[in-house]
């Protein structure tokens, strides 16, 4: 992007328009949502010009009023994209009522949305229920969850294959085309993702950092230039926290909680779940035969992961107390209370940060070197994808209803949804605007990343493993025959 392009979007944002419509109206008419963010047209995740200018592909269609039953969790955290009741902002309430309307009367279908228990705890009873409810009579229609659920369910046959439907449009800029691109085997997905999964980008790993505290350090250095130049690389992160542990809590010598330094992060975002794509490091690919290869010990991916581990257990200016909710909690704690210069967590984190005084920014997460074309980053593995199951009567009118809830998001949710994400005064600058324009477009997911539940995860969490090649060595072993099984399964599905 230009540089001149925060300028131009500062003030375009000034321009920008304010129209919605009240939930008592019912009869779902299209409306342009009320949005903060500027107009730019440019063709990026914040062009309203380009979004509310998009086509869908689906011809006129008329399902006479038919019931589409929706599955989803009951958690606020993923259901927040399909039902508006769970949403605390009121402005995008308004537009996931207005865009569940608009889709029931352009259809003329009546969503119901099925709510069961879907957390980590209960991931077992969740793909019973789906499993189940397989046998009728009031089929499921379209399925949502989080990939440890629904890629074990589809590799048993219970989903369809995405790219045999009727009215999926995978090319369309709604969907995540990284995704399917890299989980594509041989014409088959069956699971997806896109801007109706909200809770793909909400979850998505980014980098915050402590704006007055960065500036104190690295006076007349602007962060922001760095990533729009490209030259945001695991080195470059590594200059601003060099050396920056402050022993200001127990004075033992030793890091801890009470300390200051220059990054801090649970063990889960800084290793197992954020890292690998940032730096390009694949569990697997496809050979030029189409053939799926493990690529995850390979020199190159071995060469990031020892660089990565070596620094994280010995850098002075870098703090990683665990992987549970406690770690978590206290590197959020000293994030928030000035003590960490950058932190590792979910976009989401930003609702919590909003309501605090700390001056932060949004960053994605860094390169490994510059000779990486791409910024990436992954979601945590909780956020939302889609199935629509075999066993349903009405897999041509899921499709449809599937493509126009994506599709309208795309078109009237996403920037409402940016805008109350962004409602912190330090965040509402154009600067911050095209780093989630960078940070959305490197979402992505590795073949291996995806088939984890079938084939495991290859990395260990940071500070369990000190012979890193050992430890690879042996997953390469475990794990072959598990790719192999993985990939006769894939063979033999139907569509």
Known sequence: ???????????LMLLSCFVSCSKDDKDGDETTVSTTVAQTGDGSFTDSITRQNAQSSLPTLDFGGKLIRYLTRDREDTSFEINPDLVADEGLSQAIYNRNAYVEKTLNVELEIVPKSGSWATQGEYMSEIRNNANGPDYYDIVSGPNYALVPLAMEGYFRNIHSLDYIDTE???WNTNFINECTYRDKLYTIEGELSLSMIDSA???FYNKDTFAAANK????????????WTFDKFKSFILNTWDDTGAVNGEPDLGDSFGYVSPSFSCGRDGYPAAFGATVAERDANGNIIFTFDNSTNFDKWGAFYEFLQAESGAYVPGGNDQARTD????????????ITELLHYSTTLRAMD??????PLPKFNSNQENYGTSSEAVHSQFAIPRAGTQNVEASAVLELLCFET??????TYFESTLKAKNMKDGESTEMLDIVVASITCDFGAYYSTQITWPFPVIGTEKDLGSY?????GMMTPKLNTLITTLDSLED
């Open 172 to 174: 369309k800029p709604w």
């Open 220 to 231: 007349g250095v602007n962060i922001y230039d760095i990533v729009k130049n490209d030259e």
């Open 1 to 11: 992007m230009k540089k001149v392009f925060a300028l131009i979007l500062a003030l």
């Open 331 to 342: 590197t959020m704690d000293m994030f928030q209370g000035g003590r960490a210069m950058f």
């Open 410 to 415: 795309y078109r009237n949710v996403t920037l």
């Open 205 to 207: 790993f980014v980098m």
């Open 358 to 363: 700390v001056e932060y920014g949004v960053l």
């Open 472 to 476: 690879v060595s042996q997953k390469r």
